[in-house]
């Protein structure tokens, strides 16, 4: 009997997405920097292989991923009413979507299992919140 299980996501066809009249806002974390600094630069790359202008991809950073959900949450509010408001003068476009990076490694304590909860419940409540998409891109690790 042949195994028709199949994890992950298909690539897209060449072609097939526009990002150039997106705005994406992108928040990664300090911590545990040098895999991070790997996963953001992917994303920026991909970004910009589907025509999302770099001039349209807003990157800030936190601490660690346990103040994600607070930053994400206030930037991507922030750039709402912004864009939202009567002032003609107002600069910022709201974002199209959200993307959050962060890495967690296990150690020997619970610290881990808190963290990577409090990130994931925080980030899903901002997507809610907000209306807006919010990736979550943070790997919860067991091992270095």
Not at 81 to 91: E, F, K, R, Y
């Amino acid at each position: 009997m042949a195994d028709h299980t199949v994890k992950g996501v298909e690539p897209l066809p060449e072609g097939t997405l526009d990002g150039s009249d997106l705005r994406i806002l992108i928040v990664h974390t300090r911590w545990n920097f040098s895999i991070v600094k790997q996963l953001l630069e992917g994303t920026i790359s991909t970004l910009k292989s589907l025509k999302v202008p770099a001039s349209s991809i807003v990157i800030e950073s936190v601490p660690g991923s346990f103040e994600l959900p607070i930053a994400a949450h206030r930037l991507l509010s922030s750039a709402q009413g912004a864009s939202s408001s009567q002032n003609p003068a107002a600069v910022s476009k709201a974002f199209d979507a959200a993307i959050c990076i962060g890495v967690l490694i296990k150690g020997s304590t619970m610290h881990f299992e808190y963290i990577a909860e409090s990130a994931t419940q925080g980030l899903m409540r901002v997507g809610l919140d907000t209306g807006i998409p919010v990736i979550f891109g943070v790997l919860t690790c067991l091992t270095e």
